[in-house]
């Protein structure tokens, strides 16, 4: 029976003293897992070259001070521009673009006619980028092939003039590549003497386009 008695007192002392033993064992350490990167999508930038297509309509006077009064040619235009543009780190985008198009830019008037074919822009683009969104304004040289008519006569006279053009517009990315614009442009090729009529003649016009650009 003593026996018996004794190995229960054991017993409980044995499980008493566990707890501070346990505590007394080394502890394995634990380390926090290692997360998976995060993908952070590109920030947006307008720095890059860029190609693209656009149509519009402009209307204006073919008179520009010369002698042919009357004539106020108008009509419908497309072609394609080619660009590039850099941003800086306070949002300034600074660019240049080149465009070419072709016209029904015309008007008749007392056996007159009036007409530009063909004409093209090389200008600057200054803007503030707004994230996907640019507001900009944009200057530079116009060039254009214009042809006077005497109908009465049978008489016509072309000739490529040079002027200068101002304007504006607003381009939206709708993706990294992808890029839609409004712009408007007034467009002054002064005038010229045309040899075969023997009158002066001269066009402005006021443009307004709309254009994609894909850039790269």
Known sequence: MKKIICSGVAAVALLATMPAIAADLPQQQSYPTKAEPMY???AFTWTGF??????????????GGGEIIGLDPSGFLGGGQIGVNYQFANNIVLGAEADFQGSDIKDSYAGFESKMDYFGTVRARLGYAFGNVLPYVTGGLAWGHTEISDNYLGLSSDKTQVGWTVGGGVEYALTNNWTVKGEYLYMDLGEDYYDSIGYKSGLTSNIVRAGVNYKF
């Not at 860029?50 to 008179?63: C, I, K, Q, R």
């Open 40 to 42: 952070v999508e590109p």
């Open 50 to 63: 860029y190609l693209g297509a656009n149509a519009g309509y402009a209307w204006g006077s073919g008179e």
